[in-house]
């Protein structure tokens, strides 16, 4: 008999669309504070991968065939990826340097939403 079960090990990476490759670079990087990952296959189109633990952002380079302007304000009502963080102010304190929007969970919890440069939703929450 055939085992037909799927076995879904854990999530590798996430994918967001880039407009402008430098900007994306200097968010994920520079404010957010990823690690930049070389060790990833070069591609027909650019792009830069974030490590995240085992996991990683990809950020790709390709129009974006979404209406970037009508998004929700708050993320928490639009698609995101929802990262674990140690504490939340330092990131507050950088996303205020920057001058890059957040709001607060909805629910109450140790959580905020902002949007990268592209307008792509990102959740922190406070790990508990």
């Known amino acids: 008999m055939e ?3 799927v076995n879904i090990l854990r999530m590798d990476h996430h994918s967001v669309l880039s407009s402008d490759l430098p900007k994306s670079i ?16 070069a591609l027909k189109y650019d792009g830069a991968w974030f ?12 129009p974006n065939p979404d209406p970037v302007l009508e998004r929700p304000e ?9 990262l674990k963080i140690a504490n939340l102010q330092p990131l507050i304190t950088k996303l205020e340097e ?13 959580a905020i939403f902002f949007r990268d440069p ?7 929450i406070e790990e508990d």
């Not at 200097?26 to 296959?41: A, K």
């Not at 708050?74 to 929802?82: E, I, K, L, W, Y």
């Not at 920057?98 to 140790?110: E, L, P, T």
């Not at 592209?118 to 922190?124: F, I, K, P, S, T």
Request: charged share 25%; net charge negative; proline share 2%.
């Open 118 to 124: 592209d307008g792509n939703a990102v959740e922190a």
């Open 26 to 41: 200097f968010f994920y990087h520079d404010i957010l504070g990823l690690e930049i990952d070389t060790n990833r296959p």
């Open 3 to 5: 085992n037909n079960t």
């Open 51 to 62: 490590k995240i633990g085992e996991q990683a952002i990809h950020c790709i380079c390709l």
């Open 98 to 110: 920057h001058d890059v929007f957040y709001s607060k969970s909805k629910s109450g919890r140790g």
């Open 74 to 82: 708050h993320g928490g009502r639009d698609r995101h990826v929802a």
